[in-house]
């Protein structure tokens, strides 16, 4: 069984600064790509950054130049380094993980909170 969990969500004033975690654990053979969507009331979710296992990335247009996705392979850990928040960057922010363990599918974490507000 594999788990994914997300921390480091929480209260910041526009122009500020948070570092999302996310772990991937459990029983599997490895972790593919890596990835943070967010989810805004009455918005879909949707992709802000992924990463693959070599480390190639790709944002969304409203992050870029501003988040920065990072992981540590060794630890199965993903991060996402947020600068320059605004204020529609408050969403959930939720952590998906392409991991091989029977099978290889797409695994997400509950989500943490961002909120961006002076």
């Known amino acids: 069984q594999v788990q994914v969990v997300e921390s480091g969500g929480g209260l910041v004033q526009p122009g500020g600064s948070l570092r999302l975690s996310c772990v991937a654990s459990?029983?599997?053979?490895?972790?593919?790509?890596m990835g943070w969507y967010r989810q805004a009331p009455g918005k879909q979710r949707e992709l802000v950054a992924h990463?693959?296992?070599?480390?190639?990335?790709n944002y969304a247009d409203s992050v870029k130049g501003r988040f920065a996705i990072s992981r540590d392979n060794t630890k199965n850990t993903v991060y996402l380094q947020m600068n320059s928040l605004k204020p529609e960057d408050t969403a959930v922010y939720y952590c998906?993980?392409?991991?091989?363990?029977?099978?290889?599918?797409?695994?997400w974490g509950k989500g943490t909170l961002v909120t961006v507000s002076s």
């Open positions: 998906n993980a392409n991991v091989l363990s029977e099978r290889r599918m797409d695994y």
């Open positions: 459990g029983s599997f053979f490895t972790v593919y790509y």
């Open positions: 990463i693959t296992n070599v480390g190639s990335t």
